[in-house]
Each structure stands twice: as structure tokens, then as C-alpha cells.
């Protein structure tokens, strides 16, 4: 914490618990690089954890729910007044275990980020664009598909963009 400190890091918002592990998740990356394979996920501190954003975060214009459990991301996302932007990514072990709270966070975001894979698990459709399109019909304007090593699609409305990797 020093070092972040040092280089003025905003770190008010950071929560110490006194005893536990960190989030801890295991896995590997096949042939198709875009799956991921989980073997063991720990969520450890995570279990029992409430975020609390400090007041001068309540105003923040743009907010980004990296791929914590869903009801942490609802969380968070009562506590912040009126946010310009809201994106949310997610993972395989959160649309397995916390479907519903997913979808109510998809409600809630302008943009989602998740892998074709992800995608295609949440809604059970092959093609990634219909997957997309069911994604976008659940809330969030914007959906943003990574395809790593391949690059990323954004689906805005009716438009898409494909921007490849190089």
C-alpha cells in the first residue's frame, strides 16, 4: 500500500480485513484460449465481505464492476448517486452460481464485458451475435465481446464493430 501510496494512488476506498486469504481462483487455458477452465475457486475474505465506498466515491462519474460476485457489484452500484457510465464484467464461476444477481446487474450497467464464451453460457446461444443481442435485451446498451487473442466485438444498438487483435 506504501507503494501506491507513493505514486498517489487514491486508496481510500481500500478495506483491510485482519485475518483470511485473498480471492484465490485456479484454472488453465486449453487449445481455444477463450475458455477458461476452472479447477478451484477460493473466494476466501470475499465470503463475508460488505463494500462500503467512502463518500467521495458516491459521486463518481464513471464506474467499472470488475468480475466480483454480483450482489457485491449491486452493492456498490446502490451506493454510487449518479453515475454517467456503468460497466460491469463477469466470469463463468458468477453466471454458474449467481445467475440472477448477474442479470439484475446487467439491468442496471450501460456496458457489460464478457468473453464469447461467457456469453454463450449466459444465454445458450451459439452464434456470439444473437448471444450479444440477448445480452443487450437485458439491459445494458452497449455489450462488449473479448475474443482474446482475436480481438474484441462491440455491440451498440443495431451497429457492431469488430476490432481485431494484432
Not at 41 to 53: A, G, M, R, S, Y
Not at 119 to 138: D, E, N, Y
Amino acid at each position: 500500500l506504501d507503494y501506491l501510496k507513493s505514486r498517489g494512488i487514491d486508496l481510500a476506498g481500500v478495506q483491510i480485513v485482519p485475518h483470511g486469504k485473498t480471492f484465490r481462483w485456479a484454472g488453465y487455458y486449453d487449445f481455444d484460449l477463450n475458455i477458461a477452465h476452472t479447477l478451484d475457486t477460493q473466494l476466501n475474505v470475499f465470503t463475508d465481505f460488505q463494500p462500503t465506498l467512502p463518500d467521495s466515491y458516491r459521486q463518481a462519474p464513471y464506474v467499472f464492476l470488475a468480475n466480483i460476485d454480483p450482489e457485491l457489484q449491486l452493492q456498490v452500484l446502490s451506493q454510487v448517486e449518479k453515475p454517467k457510465l456503468t460497466v460491469c464484467d463477469t466470469m463463468n464461476f458468477w453466471i454458474d452460481g449467481k445467475p440472477d444477481a448477474l442479470k439484475e446487474v446487467l439491468r442496471r450497467v450501460d456496458i457489460a464485458f464478457m468473453n464469447d464464451a461467457e456469453a454463450r453460457q449466459l444465454t445458450g446461444l451459439l452464434s456470439t451475435i444473437k448471444a450479444a443481442k440477448a445480452i443487450q435485451a437485458l439491459g445494458p446498451k452497449t455489450v462488449i465481446i473479448k475474443k482474446g487473442e482475436h480481438g474484441a466485438l462491440l455491440f451498440h444498438g443495431s451497429h457492431h464493430f469488430s476490432a481485431p487483435s494484432f
